[in-house]
């Protein structure tokens, strides 16, 4: 299955002023209705670190849940130094199976911030238990062996 993610431009989050209204500037209903995957990240200078990604089959209508969950809400706003921002991708797949495409997507993307180890997710709970971990271990393993990979289990 091709599964291409149509990005958008970046939307930067409010001040985080109180602790119920964590999108003051955006306007949400500017948010299309459409599948896709929306990822919450901080910005302190060139660096970028992604702090939640999710999906959805109405972005619209998960973004304006997600803003009123205030665990989440409160991990962007604790983050590290830098500015909050929203960037969200429409998803496009000529697959029939939807949920699996958002799946793969959010699966996928999450995966990559778990690999590259420097970003603070808050949403990686739980994505080990649907993975198989294979480690390579004894006297001779090899630098071309030495990995740790973790497998799709379903």
């Known amino acids: 299955m091709k599964i ?3 990005w958008q431009e970046p939307l930067q989050l409010g001040s985080f002023t109180d602790d119920v209204n964590y999108h003051d500037e955006l306007e949400l209903n500017e948010i299309p209705e459409s599948a896709g995957i929306y990822i919450f990240y901080r910005q302190h200078g060139e660096t970028q670190q992604a702090l939640y990604v999710g999906q959805a089959q109405n972005l619209r209508s998960r973004l304006k849940q997600q803003f009123k969950s205030l665990e989440l809400m409160k991990h962007i706003k604790n983050s590290k130094k ?3 921002h929203l960037v969200f991708a429409l998803l496009k797949t000529r697959s029939s199976n939807l949920v699996h495409a958002l799946n793969q997507a959010e699966r996928g993307l999450i995966t990559h911030y778990m690999e590259e180890n420097k970003h603070d997710l808050f949403n ?3 994505l080990y238990e649907e993975y198989d971990l294979v ?3 004894g006297e ?3 630098p071309l062996i030495n ?4 497998v799709y289990a379903k």
């Open 4 to 6: 291409k993610l149509d």
């Open 124 to 126: 990686k709970r739980g």
């Open 82 to 84: 830098g500015s909050k």
């Open 135 to 137: 480690e390579s271990i």
């Open 140 to 142: 001779n393993v090899q």
């Open 147 to 150: 990995i740790e990979l973790w």
